[in-house]
């Protein structure tokens, strides 16, 4: 699964031509799968891979638009990042971060048509299934499992984005008349139950579902719910009896020699030893490099936010400052030229700052001191800071055929993820004392290792430490969100957890009021509630089926 099969799956040509009567018009093209062909169990994992292989987002024409990360719908279109780059590369992207709701971008038709084909390929793994008769019974329903295991995935995806969006199975034939007229969670649901209920408890390849994955992702979708009756068994039961466990160290989540590590839930498989032009190498990120002299030349997009930087600030005693954390800002080098003199802000830290963010004077892991601006495209744009978590070090890529290819995975559920989605649970049953637990783990698990310089002294002043008891409910909630913002940073979830906590409003207007004085094109810029927590419905797919199928969103 490592390196991706390219394969067509697009059966168009598995009907009979009746009406031609002379055998050479009947001919199948060389190159083109047909139903007889894949009808086979070496055919249904072909065609499964390719359903494994949009995962990525990459494909059907879509990239940055419809990555996986999300890191334009799940970050930039939150507290914790900007678009990035100048004021004139990409401004859709500025459009979205200014939650202004406009159906005719092209990205959201490109994040549909991508998660559209996966399902598509999700049921046409189904399809060949029915007719492989060299497959065993348990062979087959393996293959089902995982089949609605990223159909439920690939839903998911659009639910979180859309919320009324077209379900899709395998008895469906009339793809142009798809109403987006119902609620299609109890769908999802019943793909993933039958995917638990199924699957092996073990992977049977890397990068493959498992019955822990399928649990994790039933979870989210009650969690997504708030439906914590039901989420609550399925976290206790991964957390007590799944094979999972934090890394010893947080980097381990994001580098590319520890990857499918003990707190990769569920990981998408990315490789540059393909031999192609990086597309299998996370190219929906493909944007978020430094710029200019920094590592991949190219392309300054996807930049952290002072707000969140702000929120890695830690007291005299190691804790966040839950309310007062943006009142003053972390010292940075904007307006200076590299060569100009700066001294790195001194005050205390919580390290997974530096392992989120790339800032002026301090080690971006191997590649050399971070040096501000000769990095930043457009500091007055954007602010001085580069995206840092997903980078690969120097020397890891070995054999991408692009600088901007990345073989570092896409960790799309982590262990961390849903021990703080029990937590929440905990704090909604007033159960103090477990969301107290949980927190801490993560947090003492974030002061094991931090950036140090050459001569292996801290780079910053690093100071993490648990909490020593939750006074209310009211502050466990608080700590619980604002912990789950720090270990989860720049990684795509901010957002929709805003939406479904549904404070986005308040946080993120919050945010506006105050950012907007710095990066000025946020002037004006309102997340309205009730509008603002869904995207558009893609124009393009309204124009296709219509606006009596297709509806689109309030406001």
Not at 98 to 123: E, T
Not at 361 to 380: C, E
Not at 436 to 458: C, F, H, M, S
Request: charged residues 20%.
């Amino acid at each position: 699964m490592k390196k991706k099969i390219l394969i067509f799956t697009a059966l168009v040509c598995m009907g009979t031509m009746n009406s031609c009567k002379d055998k050479f018009l009947e001919t199948t093209p060389l190159g083109v799968g047909n139903e007889a062909m894949l009808s086979n169990k070496t055919g249904v994992n072909s065609v499964l891979i390719g359903a494994y292989s949009l995962l990525d987002g990459v494909g059907s024409g879509g990239t940055y638009f419809s990555a996986v990360s999300n890191w334009i719908y799940g970050t930039v279109a939150s507290d914790d990042g900007y678009k990035g780059s100048d004021v004139g590369d990409l401004a859709q992207i500025t459009t979205i971060e200014k939650y202004i709701q406009q159906a005719d971008i092209g990205g959201f038709n490109d994040k549909w048509v991508a998660l559209y084909d996966g399902v598509s390929r999700s049921n046409d793994v189904l399809h060949l299934i029915a007719k492989a008769s060299d497959m065993t019974e348990a062979e087959k329903t393996q293959a089902t499992a995982e089949a609605r295991f990223l159909r439920g995935w690939y839903h998911f995806e659009a639910k979180k984005m859309w919320n009324m969006v077209p379900y899709v199975d395998e008895t469906v034939t009339d793809y142009i008349n798809l109403p987006n007229d119902k609620d299609i969670w109890p769908n999802i649901e019943a793909d993933f139950q039958f995917a638990v209920t199924n699957l092996s408890a073990t992977k049977a390849q890397v990068g493959r579902a498992s019955k822990w994955s399928a649990k994790a992702m039933l979870a989210k979708v009650h969690m997504y719910q708030s439906d914590y009756t039901a989420a609550k068994p399925l976290l206790v039961d991964i957390i007590s009896n799944g094979p999972f466990s934090l890394t010893a160290n947080y980097r381990d989540n994001f580098k590319i020699a520890t990857e499918n590590n003990s707190e990769s839930v569920f990981e998408v498989q990315m490789s540059v030893a393909d031999g192609g032009s990086g597309e299998n190498g996370s190219w929906g990120d493909n944007l978020n490099f430094p710029y200019g002299s920094g590592p991949g030349g190219c392309c300054g997009f996807y930049q952290p936010s002072q707000n969140l930087v702000n929120a890695f600030k830690t007291d005299a005693a190691g804790l966040p400052l839950l309310d007062t954390f943006n009142d003053t800002d972390v010292k940075n080098d904007e307006g200076l030229a590299s060569s100009d003199a700066f001294t790195p802000y001194d005050g205390t830290l919580d390290p997974r700052l530096d392992w989120t963010v790339g800032r002026r004077g301090l080690p971006f892991l191997n590649w050399g001191i971070h040096p501000g601006k000769n990095w930043i495209r457009d500091q007055s744009f954007a602010g001085p800071y580069t995206f840092k978590k997903f980078f690969a070090s120097s020397g890891e890529n070995a054999g991408a055929e692009s600088p901007r290819a990345n073989a570092n995975n896409y960790r799309a559920i982590r262990f961390a993820d849903l021990l703080l989605m029990r937590a929440e649970i905990a704090v909604e049953e007033s159960d103090l004392p477990t969301a107290l637990t949980i927190v801490n783990q993560i947090r003492t698990r974030a002061a094991t290792e931090v950036v140090k310089k050459d001569d292996g002294t801290p780079a910053a002043n690093y100071l993490v430490k648990p909490y020593s008891s939750f006074a209310s409910q009211d502050y466990a909630r608080k700590a619980v969100r604002f912990e789950r913002r720090l270990e989860l940073a720049m990684e795509g979830h901010r957002h929709f957890d805003l939406v479904r906590w549904g404070n986005a409003d308040v946080v993120l207007n919050a945010y506006i009021a105050k950012e907007s004085k710095k990066r000025t094109y946020l002037t004006g810029a309102v997340f309205k509630k009730g509008s603002s927590e869904y995207f558009p419905i893609p124009q393009a797919q309204i124009d296709i089926m219509g606006s009596n199928v297709l509806k689109q969103n309030p406001n």
